[in-house]
């Protein structure tokens, strides 16, 4: 089974629809949270990824602060302008769907953990360094996690008690072996690595191979779209960024 792993849209349909073109038929979406916040599409991102096949959907922190399961004091000033603008965006329908998505699904048969932010806290935890990935790994009841939420493509890597970090670079496979890893896709919707082409992965649950990809998208509409809306003006420019 093909399976298209992708995270942190956050309300940018452009970026949307240039991962799901690229990376063709697929037997699976799985998608690991944060559909809504900072881009100007909300509604439309909802209604475009629910109506997937085979989509399992998980929330992210910004999902859960729209519906009101997460403080929006968590969130700095400009984000939680974002929200307040996203929330008056969203039917009661899609804000419904947001709310029953849970933030982690353990798939027992594969061995795979989906979930946000981390094992240890689903919802809140970026995992950025190899110790805190270390601690949790402690957490995880399966081999392998997918996770989403720093907006990096990566890959933590533990081996014999030690944890590695590895850069997902756009095109590069990762084939897990005798090692627990958690792996992260990237953004589609507001990459953070540099990089400002949407970012998502391919998983073949036949040969447990991972492959980080890349795709350009019309960053200027996403933008004009923003600048229309009245949204901050730093969520605004870092897209070009990629920061
Ligand atoms: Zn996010």
């Known amino acids: ?6 995270s942190d849209i956050h309300g940018n349909l452009t970026a949307l ?37 085979n989509l399992l959907c998980l929330q992210g922190n910004h999902d859960a602060a729209i519906t009101g399961l997460l403080e929006i004091g968590f969130f700095n000033a400009e984000a939680r302008r974002s929200l307040e603008w996203t929330r008056h ?40 360094t190899p110790s805190a990935a270390k601690r949790a790994l402690r957490y995880l009841e399966t081999p392998l996690a997918f996770v989403g939420h720093s907006h990096l493509p990566l890959a933590f890597v533990e081996r014999h008690g030690r944890v590695r970090h590895l850069v997902g670079q756009p095109g590069a496979t990762f084939t897990p072996q005798d090692e627990r890893v958690i792996l992260n896709p990237g953004s589609v919707g507001q990459p953070r690595d540099g990089d400002p082409r949407a970012a998502y992965a391919l998983w073949d649950t036949a040969t447990h191979t991972w492959i980080w990809q890349r795709v350009a998208y019309d960053i200027g509409a996403v933008q004009r779209r923003m600048e229309a809306a009245g949204l901050p003006s730093f ?9």
């Open 1 to 6: 089974m093909r399976v298209l792993v992708f």
């Open 17 to 53: 629809e240039a991962v799901l073109e690229a990376a063709g038929e697929v037997d699976a979406y799985w998608f690991l949270g944060d559909l809504v916040g900072y881009g100007p599409d909300p509604e439309a991102c909802v209604q475009r990824v629910r109506s997937l096949p």
């Open 89 to 128: 965006q969203l039917s009661a329908d899609a804000l419904a769907f947001l709310r029953a998505c849970p933030p982690q699904r353990v798939l027992t048969s594969e061995g795979i953990t989906l979930v946000h932010g981390s094992p240890r806290r689903p919802l809140e935890e970026y995992l950025l």
């Open 235 to 243: 969520h605004i420019y870092r897209l070009s960024l990629g920061r």
